[in-house]
């Protein structure tokens, strides 16, 4: 029997699901607020137009899916089948009717929203995969749908921007960002950093570890936008040394 309501009772994970749907609310309102012959357009992701980006947040809430469906019966359904069938599958959908692209893209939407709706607790926990080949357990698909849908909200270059985000969401790309740059630090030779939020307690400085660390500060939303690759406004270095570019995020 289908519940009405998130079937987890864990309150970590109820406030996790609580801002994934605020993400999609504003993704939704964004996108709506474009008229169709504005999807043409470029977004801000270097070589997407709109059109790329909201079949993009589309197909991804059926890969999300596909993992959450893996979580309830066990049986394996990977993200994607290859990296060239998800960019084959985007370009393919970015030339759909405008109507259809805004269906596909809402529809996705409430079917993922369903499908964690009904996952009951223990399956929450349960090893998927993610398609950076990375094992985690379910419950990080509603992680991932949330930096995607605030990300890309922004992204569609419709008037939305970091600044607008929830001080929650902001703190959790910020530690999102230097938790993957720590991680592949040793592999790819990536720099020392330290990131400064002049809006937040001291406390919340952020560090990729190492010597001579370059020191960026600016208010928490801009550092975020800086360190997921989004352009730097009012981000500035402690010392004056010009401002190193960001290493990828994902
Ligand atoms: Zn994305």
């Not at 939407?109 to 964690?116: M, R």
């Not at 938790?179 to 030779?189: H, K, L, N, V």
């Amino acid at each position: 029997m289908p519940a009405r309501t998130d079937r987890t009772t864990d309150p970590g994970l109820r406030a996790a699901l609580l801002l994934a749907r605020r993400g999609q609310a504003y993704f939704s309102r964004t996108l709506n607020e474009l008229r169709d012959e504005r999807l043409d357009a470029p977004s801000l992701v270097p070589g997407w137009t709109r059109r790329h980006v909201v079949a993009h947040v589309g197909l991804n809430a059926r890969a999300l899916t596909r993992l959450t469906t893996w979580a309830a019966t066990g049986v394996e359904t990977p993200m994607y089948a290859s990296p060239a069938e998800r960019d084959a599958e985007i370009e393919m959908a970015a030339t759909l009717p405008a109507r259809a692209l805004r269906h596909l893209s809402a529809h996705a939407a409430v079917h993922l929203d369903v499908e964690w709706r009904d996952l009951p607790d223990e399956a929450w926990s349960a090893t998927v995969r993610t398609a950076l080949g990375r094992e985690v357990p379910a419950r990080e698909t509603v992680w991932m749908r949330t930096r995607e849908v605030w990300i890309h909200a922004v992204d569609l270059d419709a008037g939305g921007s970091f600044r607008q985000l929830p001080a929650e969401l902001v703190d959790a790309l910020l530690d999102d960002v230097v938790g993957a740059w720590t991680r592949r630090q040793a592999d790819e030779g990536l720099p020392a950093l330290v990131l400064e939020p002049t809006d937040r307690p001291a406390a919340s400085r952020r560090s990729v570890p190492g010597e001579r660390a370059a020191v960026v500060r600016g208010r928490a939303a801009d550092l975020a936008q800086w360190a997921t690759g989004r352009g730097a406004v009012d981000v500035t270095t402690a010392d004056g040394v010009p401002l190193p570019a960001p290493p990828r995020w994902l």
